[in-house]
């Protein structure tokens, strides 16, 4: 079983920027395919960006592409999400994923690819 534990979240400005970070517990994390999915009020929760466990490769979704940035601290069991140029749409219940499915070599862009989740932290942008 894996834990996942996010912080990082809050109000910010249109135009600024958040860091969010998720700390990870019970399987080595180096295994770990991880992600961040996030979830408006009223909409499903979507995939943002996903990092791999071997070598590092990135994924992004189209509307956060050149914004966000996903990075992994293997040695710490951490992931986390730099978040630059937020915008109002921006706003929502972010969460940390991850999956130890060692036999897939694609990234997952679902929520289904997922078997692990955080508890959710809010993001707020404000025009």
């Known amino acids: 079983q894996v834990q996942l534990v996010e912080s990082g979240g809050g109000l910010v400005q249109a135009g600024g920027s958040l860091s969010l970070s998720c700390a990870a517990s019970?399987?080595?994390?180096?295994?770990?395919?991880m992600a961040w999915f996030r979830q408006a009020p009223g909409k499903e929760r979507e995939f943002v960006a996903a990092?791999?466990?071997?070598?590092?490769?990135?994924y992004y979704a189209d509307s956060v592409k050149g914004r966000f940035t996903i990075s992994r601290d293997n040695a710490k069991n951490t992931v986390s999400l730099q978040m630059n140029s937020l915008k109002p749409g921006d706003t929502a219940v972010y969460y940390c994923?991850?999956?130890?499915?060692?036999?897939?070599?694609?990234?997952?862009?679902?929520?289904?690819?997922?078997?692990?989740w955080g508890q959710g932290t809010q993001v707020t942008v404000s025009s």
């Open positions: 994923a991850a999956h130890g499915r060692v036999w897939r070599t694609v990234v997952g862009r679902t929520r289904y690819d997922y078997d692990y």
């Open positions: 019970g399987r080595a994390f180096s295994s770990l395919d």
């Open positions: 990092i791999m466990r071997s070598g590092g490769g990135t």
